[in-house]
């Protein structure tokens, strides 16, 4: 498995683990056309809507885009233009940002299992159309991926 398999394969198992913690459920589309690599759904019990959130999903550990205050993650205009249209479910953009040498990515003993680092999300809905190939986006670091920032983003209220 090359190294940025492993950054996407790391970057969804974060999602789920996330998504675990706050309890919603968590859907692959078949075919990624859409910039959506995955689903979470929250059930008709957490919420009457049952809300559905779609996220692209990216993984960095490139130590350059760490910024004061933000991530600057360089996105391709794909990705960005599926992202910043008005959809049926909103969508969102996913970045885990890992330690640059992949031995240090987890540590595990028989007591912990520790992540190095963590992601950050971002909304790039109603942004205006750019004509670069690649765009890059700001997520806030206060932006973390977490159980309270999924349940916020689903608007469930527990």
Avoid: H
């Avoid at 996330?18 to 859409?34: F, H, I, K, T």
């Avoid at 049952?50 to 391709?76: C, H, M, N, W, Y």
């Avoid at 997520?139 to 916020?152: E, H, K």
């Amino acid at each position: 498995m090359t190294e940025n398999l492993q950054k996407e394969a790391l970057s969804a198992a974060y999602v789920r683990f996330v998504a675990a913690l706050a309890g919603v459920s968590v859907a692959r589309p078949e075919v990624d056309d859409d910039s959506m690599d995955l689903i979470l759904l929250a059930s008709g019990e957490m919420s009457e809507a049952s809300p559905a959130l779609g996220l692209q999903l990216k993984a960095t550990s490139d130590p350059s885009v760490i910024k004061e205050g933000r991530i600057a993650f360089p996105l391709g205009r794909k990705n960005y233009d599926d992202l910043r249209r008005l959809t049926r479910w909103p969508r969102i953009l996913v970045v885990l940002v890992l330690p640059e040498e992949p031995g240090e990515w987890v540590e595990q003993s028989e007591e912990q299992l520790v992540a190095r680092r963590c992601a950050y999300w971002v909304s790039l809905r109603g942004l205006p159309n750019r004509d670069q190939q690649s765009i890059t986006v700001d997520l806030p670091r206060q932006n973390l991926f977490t159980p309270a920032a999924v349940r916020s983003l689903l608007e469930i209220n527990q």
